[in-house]
């Protein structure tokens, strides 16, 4: 089993920057693939960006557009995305999920755990 704690939402100008974090604990971090996903109300939940077990590949879904950036720390059991130059529709319920599929990082199939979410507010 695996525990995972997202933080760093909030409201923020468009324009502006945020970085997310998600904590893991339970199994080893460093045998899942992480991703991150974005939710709005009626609407599916959508990938934003992946990342491998070791970090080494990382994977977006167009609409970044080079604007964030994922990361982990397999020391602290963390990942992490930095979100730059946020955009209103940006806005969305942010959340991080683990994977041992080992691939299939678009797809929210393939993620076996999941956190509970990180409101992120993007104003005009």
């Known amino acids: 089993q695996v525990q995972l704690v997202e933080s760093g939402g909030g409201l923020v100008q468009a324009g502006g920057s945020l970085r997310l974090s998600c904590a893991t604990s339970g199994r080893t971090f460093s045998i899942y693939g992480m991703g991150w996903f974005r939710q709005t109300p009626g609407k599916d939940r959508e990938f934003v960006a992946g990342?491998?077990?070791?970090?080494?590949?990382?994977y977006y879904q167009d609409f970044v557009e080079g604007r964030f950036t994922i990361s982990r720390d397999n020391a602290k059991n963390t990942v992490y995305l930095q979100m730059n130059n946020l955009k209103p529709e940006d806005t969305a319920v942010y959340y991080c999920?683990?994977?041992?599929?080992?691939?299939?990082?678009?797809?929210?199939?393939?993620?076996?755990?999941w956190g509970q979410g990180t409101q992120v507010t993007v104003s005009s």
């Open positions: 999920a683990a994977s041992n599929a080992g691939a299939g990082y678009y797809d929210s199939d393939k993620y076996n755990y």
């Open positions: 990342i491998s077990r070791s970090g080494q590949s990382t």
